[in-house]
């Protein structure tokens, strides 16, 4: 079995912005022809979108195309907006998770969810989570930073803790970085150059943060691989070993608690791949797409087989790890 726990949706409509304090930053879906859709943000095109983000049927027909067998939805990540008021948002996060929980529901053999919170009120996030359960779902996408702030901020510890309780997963996606003055050339470097660093500076905050100190047995997903993350690791685990500055701000080597996150394999290269692997063993890699706003250069046997990964391992970044990840079975 291929589990994809890397892959958005967005809802065919949004409820009215009318009255709400969001005014235009409230998003709405602008469809211009049968099967796609602009989806709009503060009165411009966010992004143009293809009915396999709200349609289970031809969703679950280009699962067939990529020889995936189920999927992890979550939210299209620019809709985790942490920019609005606390109702709002609130708002917001909930409509996505009954989305995704209807999508669930239309194709229960092929999805597990990931929701939504309003992490821009840590208190309210927290509690949504026991809805997010009470719902069925396994757990939720945030962003890698909440309006600036690092996730492994003190301020989220609490959040992450009830997650943890909860036995929420919590999928943390590049997303808005803060240093587009440094990137020069095409806008499009935001997500090829600007999300990897995000990923980086999120998950090395995880665990100088000491957030997994705080929140033991927190199930964390890093996208993309973790972006640069992996690059700086060794630096990283050297600043603690010896008596490095490290050395009594966490408990443990980065090392450790890095080969305790959950990385997904969109990575665009094998051998990026092969690397994370070896960097992190592959008890944490899994299957992504990105879909729909990319699809799979190879299927996921192919890439398998490039690796030369054994039966074992192949059943392990297929699916094993995704379910140990969203908490289901042992």
């Not at 999927?71 to 996060?93: E, R």
């Not at 699809?295 to 140990?324: C, I, M, P, W, Y």
Request: contains cysteine; negative net charge.
């Amino acid at each position: 079995m291929i589990i994809d726990v890397h892959n958005h949706i967005v809802p065919e409509q949004f409820p009215s912005s009318a009255g709400r304090a969001a005014g235009k930053k409230w998003p709405y879906m602008e469809h211009i022809e049968p099967g796609k859709a602009n989806v709009m943000i503060e009165g411009k095109n966010f992004r143009t979108v293809q009915s396999g983000c709200w349609a289970v049927p031809r969703r679950v027909a280009e699962l067939g195309n990529q020889a995936v067998d189920r999927q992890a939805l979550s939210p299209m990540p620019q809709l985790c907006d942490y920019s609005l008021d606390l109702k709002d948002g609130s708002d917001l996060a909930m409509f996505l998770n009954e989305t995704i929980l209807r999508m669930i529901e239309a194709a229960p053999d092929r999805f597990y969810g990931l929701g939504s919170v309003p992490l821009q009120d840590v208190d309210a996030a927290a509690k949504m989570l026991s809805k997010v359960k009470s719902m069925g779902l396994h757990g939720v996408e945030i962003v890698s930073n909440i309006e600036g702030v690092s996730p492994g901020d003190p301020r989220f510890i609490p959040f992450f803790k009830e997650a943890a309780s909860l036995g929420l997963a919590v999928f943390i996606h590049a997303q808005h970085p803060t240093y587009m003055d440094r990137l020069v050339g095409h806008p499009m470097l935001e997500n090829s150059i600007g999300f990897p660093i995000e990923s980086a500076l999120a998950a090395a905050s995880m665990i100088t943060g000491g957030v997994i100190d705080h929140a033991p047995g927190l199930r964390v997903l890093f996208s993309h691989g973790g972006g640069n993350f992996l690059l700086l690791l060794p630096r990283l685990n050297n600043a603690y070993s010896g008596q490095g500055p490290l050395k009594g701000t966490v408990k443990r080597a980065p090392m450790e608690y890095a080969r305790e996150f959950f990385y997904d394999d969109v990575l665009f290269d094998n051998r990026a791949v092969r690397f994370l692997i070896d960097m992190v063993g592959v008890s944490q890699v899994m299957i992504g797409s990105d879909y729909p706003f990319m699809t799979r250069k190879q299927t996921a046997d192919q890439e398998f087989t490039e690796l030369k990964l054994t039966a074992e391992e192949r059943e392990l970044v297929g699916s094993k790890n995704a379910l140990r990840f969203l908490g289901i079975g042992d």
